[in-house]
Each structure stands twice: as structure tokens, then as C-alpha cells.
């Protein structure tokens, strides 16, 4: 059984760091792709990074180019996001997806399985 689990939200002030975890169970990391989605209120859900099974080949949103990071730990069967230089606009639900198909898509609905989400909230 696919299991999704999601940590590391929280409330940050503005230019600050967090990461955020995934951690996997019910697949190897190697055969599905990932992604993090967020949904801000009144938005719909936005795929801002993913990563392919096999390659590990990545991908990132315009608005989080350069500040997020997406990375996994094959070991741990974890996939991580690290976000650098938050802004208020970063306030979301984020939520860690999977795919039964190495290949990843910027697409939400293109994602099969879905954790619990974590909010991540961006404030002075």
C-alpha cells in the first residue's frame, strides 16, 4: 500500500528556510515520480516541484526557481524539499505526490497518490 507522510511545515518569518519531508512507503523511489504541490487559499493546486524516478531529472516552478530545492534519499526512501528565501506569496498547503511512472508531470492531476498535506505559513 502507497503511504505518503509529510513534515517540516510551519510558520517562518520572510526570507527565512524550511524543509520539507516525504516519507514513502509501499514503492521503491527509483520507479515512481515525485512531486511537491502546494495550494494556496482560494488557489488551485500548483504542481512547483518534481523529480523522476530513475534519472532523478528535476523540475521547478517559475515562482520557486532558484530558492527551492528538491532532492531524495534513496536509502530513506525519502524525498525532501528545501526552501530558501520564503515569501508571504510561498503561504500554501504543500503536499507530497507520487506517480506509478518514472516519468514526472507538472500536472496535479497527473499524480495518483497524495499525502496529508502540511502548511506552510510565511509571516512577520
Known amino acids: 500500500q502507497v503511504q505518503l507522510v509529510e513534515s517540516g511545515g510551519g510558520l517562518v518569518q520572510p526570507g527565512g528556510s524550511l524543509r520539507l519531508s516525504c516519507e514513502a512507503s509501499?514503492?521503491?523511489?527509483?520507479?515512481?515520480?515525485l512531486g511537491w504541490v502546494r495550494q494556496a487559499p482560494g488557489r488551485e493546486r500548483e504542481v512547483i516541484s518534481c523529480?523522476?524516478?530513475?534519472?532523478?531529472?528535476?523540475y521547478y516552478a517559475d515562482s520557486v526557481k532558484g530558492r527551492f530545492t528538491i532532492s531524495r534519499d534513496n536509502a530513506k526512501n525519502t524525498v525532501y524539499l528545501q526552501m530558501n528565501s520564503l515569501k508571504p506569496e510561498d503561504t500554501a498547503v504543500y503536499y507530497c505526490a507520487a506517480r506509478g511512472s518514472v516519468v514526472a508531470t507538472t500536472t496535479p492531476g497527473g499524480y495518483n497518490y497524495w499525502g496529508q498535506g502540511t502548511q506552510v505559513t510565511v509571516s512577520s
Open positions: 509501499g514503492f521503491t523511489l527509483d520507479d515512481y515520480a
Open positions: 523529480i523522476s524516478g530513475r534519472d532523478g531529472g528535476t
